[in-house]
């Protein structure tokens, strides 16, 4: 048995283990473990790589120590209410790695001492194409994603000195980067392409919106010339000039696909850019013949697909629909003022009057509790009723907040317990029974208009049906409408209190009012 | 059967158990799901080692390439160890009573 197949022998071990951690996920019990079969099996795929071959360590020593700096210090400091952006970020990462490899394994192969004809198959030609087209895509569509969950692209607002660092640093480095290329080709017709590509980038993620006129039509353009460029570099990949312009053009697609999703959207994209970051990873295994790297690529491919899937499931969405459709109201919603005629509003001690006498109570949180930072006053509250023997439990719409599974990690962060809660289905199930329901922070996901008005942009959409409970208790700011940007007449129905006021503030007010009573 | 059947046969199994063992993670592990399945998509640092460690001679040896996978390698490890760092964080809070 030679070193090649001891190195295998061991890839196939990692993954494995990759198999084992996502299985092992299926139970907080068991995750914990599973993560760290996970690392062990990413740990013995880079010792086994390392092994198998002589090498110039610098770079390898230099890069690993620079990037586990990084990792570890935006691992271990970020707060739990910025998951969706880290989560984003990383994805980009991912993306940008796999374009990486495989523009160095196309350059290594043309440009070699040595490599001659023998060099660039069919199959590596076509899944560099690949990785070049999806790594571009999600790492030009990540770094939006990241940019607009960290509210500094596309606002008008005034930003925080990090946030212009971050937009104007990142701007003027693709276009610096797309006119010194330019310059280094002469500027012939391809180049021009890629400088043009690089400066409608860098133009796009300095807006103050995110949509322009012309913006579909921007991204068909762009998925075609990424086809077609992809098809030239098959047939000629030894102008790796085309590598480039091909990122470039597909950074532009990735740009115009992410730049107009926002609010309840947003869980669907960041869980299909998880998907092509996966995706891009198998398609560079293609690239330079590796078994582990198609295996986890796949295996990550998958899983994006799949919670991309539940997403639209959770809107009546189609994925088509989320990414080139636009969510508004429309000509027969029904305007705000004659909704909100008969809305009751209550103040803390009416609220706690009311949960007093209750014996079941849901709690329903929605992104609103995130931006208030409200989850550890809920728990209080949570608490306190269940020590007066009353029955509390959490309702989680599966696209409540920006990502999939956001509730669930801010509610288990305050320590609530893990099998309180409770999925969408099983919640409604019972809500009958239940005699208050908080909603905390949601809108769109509570508004009983998906279930009685075809004709609304959010008919179909499944939805925690709080107005079915004996009484609901809205904890909101305002009547301002949420993304779908239509009227929700829970807020005025007869079993309904508008608690005004931010989350963490009525949360806490509510527990004064509860402990005084 | 040929290098790229083999290959593609791997992809098309590993998509199929992908699909079944993510289909049992409940809602609730969602966000860990992804921050996890993100480090194991780090992965492609396999590929960044390999080209940026070439060394002057080798087969696979070009300064630009080398360049291309320093940066790749820098990419990749974030993504391992951020992903892993932060995906024990998370299941540590849902762990605990």
Redesign the interface.
């Known amino acids: 048995m030679g070193m090649q197949d001891l190195t295998n022998i061991v890839y196939l071990i990692a993954?494995i283990l990759?198999?084992l951690?996502?299985?092992m996920?299926?139970?907080?019990?068991t995750?914990?473990r599973?993560?760290?079969l996970?690392?062990l099996g990413?740990v013995l795929?880079?010792v086994a790589?390392?092994m198998s071959?002589?090498?110039?360590?610098t770079?390898?020593i230099?890069?690993?120590g620079?990037?586990?700096l990084?990792?570890?210090v935006?691992?271990?400091r970020?707060k739990?209410t910025s998951?969706p952006e880290?989560?984003g970020l990383?994805?980009g990462?991912?993306g940008?790695?796999?374009v990486?490899?495989a523009?160095?394994?196309l350059?290594?192969?043309f440009?070699?001492?040595?490599?001659g004809a023998a060099a660039g198959d069919m199959?590596m030609k076509v899944a560099t194409v690949l990785s070049g087209i999806i790594g571009s895509v999600t790492f030009f569509g990540s770094y939006v994603a990241f940019g607009k969950l960290a509210e500094f692209l596309c606002v008008k607002w005034k930003l925080h000195t990090w946030q212009k660092i971050i937009k104007y640093g990142f701007s003027l480095v693709v276009a610096v980067a797309g006119v010194w290329y330019g310059q280094i080709l002469g500027f012939s017709p391809l180049a021009i392409v890629f400088v043009v590509s690089m400066l409608l980038i860098a133009a796009m993620l300095l807006m103050k919106k995110d949509r322009f006129p012309g913006m579909n039509l921007l991204k068909s353009l762009s998925a075609i010339a990424s086809v077609a460029l992809g098809v030239l570099l098959v047939l000629d990949p030894s102008n790796t000039v085309l590598f480039w312009v091909l990122v470039g053009v597909a950074g532009v697609l990735g740009v115009v696909l992410t730049l107009s999703i926002g609010g309840a959207d947003m869980p669907v994209v960041?869980?299909l850019l998880?998907s092509y970051?996966?995706l891009?990873?198998?398609a560079?295994?293609?690239?330079?013949?590796?078994?582990?790297?198609?295996?986890?690529?796949?295996?990550?491919?998958?899983?994006?697909l799949?919670?991309t899937k539940?997403m639209c499931k959770a809107m009546n969405r189609s994925l088509a629909n989320v990414l080139f459709g636009k969510m508004g109201p429309t000509a027969d919603t029904p305007d705000a003022d004659e909704v909100y005629k008969t809305v009751k509003s209550a103040s803390a001690d009416e609220v706690a009057m009311t949960l007093e006498v209750a014996q079941r109570v849901v709690i329903v949180p929605g992104y609103g509790m995130a931006v208030a930072q409200a989850q550890h006053a809920v728990r209080d509250i949570a608490n306190f009723l269940e020590d007066k023997g009353i029955v509390v439990e959490y309702g989680?719409h599966?696209v409540a907040g920006r990502?999939?599974?956001?509730m669930?990690?801010l509610l288990?962060?305050a320590?609530v317990?893990?099998d309180k809660?409770k999925?969408m289905d099983e919640v409604n199930a019972t809500m009958e029974q239940v005699d208050v329901a908080i909603v905390l922070g949601a809108n769109d996901v509570v508004n009983p208009v998906a279930r009685t008005d075809p004709g609304s942009p959010i008919a179909g959409m499944p939805i925690i049906d709080v107005d079915k409970a004996r009484t609901v208790v809205v904890v909101k700011r305002s009547l301002s409408p949420g993304f779908a940007g239509i009227p929700n007449p829970l807020f005025a129905a007869d079993n309904t209190l508008m608690f005004f006021s931010d989350g963490k503030k009525a949360m806490l007010d509510l527990l004064t009012a509860l402990k005084e009573s | 059967m040929s290098s790229l059947i083999m290959l593609i046969t791997v992809f098309v199994l590993a998509i199929f158990v992908g699909f079944e063992i993510i289909t049992k993670v409940p809602p609730t592990l969602h966000t860990p799901l992804m921050s996890g399945s993100n480090a194991i998509s780090g992965i492609t640092i396999v590929g960044a080692l390999i080209l940026a460690g070439a060394l002057e001679g080798q087969a696979l040896f070009s300064p630009l390439a080398k360049t291309m996978a320093f940066i790749a390698v820098i990419f990749a490890t974030i993504n391992v160890v951020g992903g892993f760092l932060v995906t024990g964080r998370m299941l540590k809070m849902f762990q605990r009573k």
């Open positions: 993954a990759f198999i951690d996502l299985k996920l299926a139970h907080p019990r995750a914990v599973g993560n760290q996970g690392a990413m795929a880079i790589t390392l071959g002589t090498w110039d360590w770079y390898i230099l890069g690993i620079i990037g586990s990084i990792g570890a935006a691992a271990l970020v739990m998951m880290l989560v990383f994805n990462f991912g940008g790695a796999s990486l490899v523009g160095s394994a350059i290594a192969t440009n070699a001492v040595g490599a199959q960041i869980a998880n970051s996966g891009a990873a198998a560079t295994g293609f690239v330079i013949n590796n078994t582990v790297l198609i295996i986890a690529g796949s295996l990550v491919g998958a899983s994006g799949i919670l539940i989680i599966p990502m999939p599974g956001h669930n990690v288990a962060e320590d317990p893990y809660l999925e």
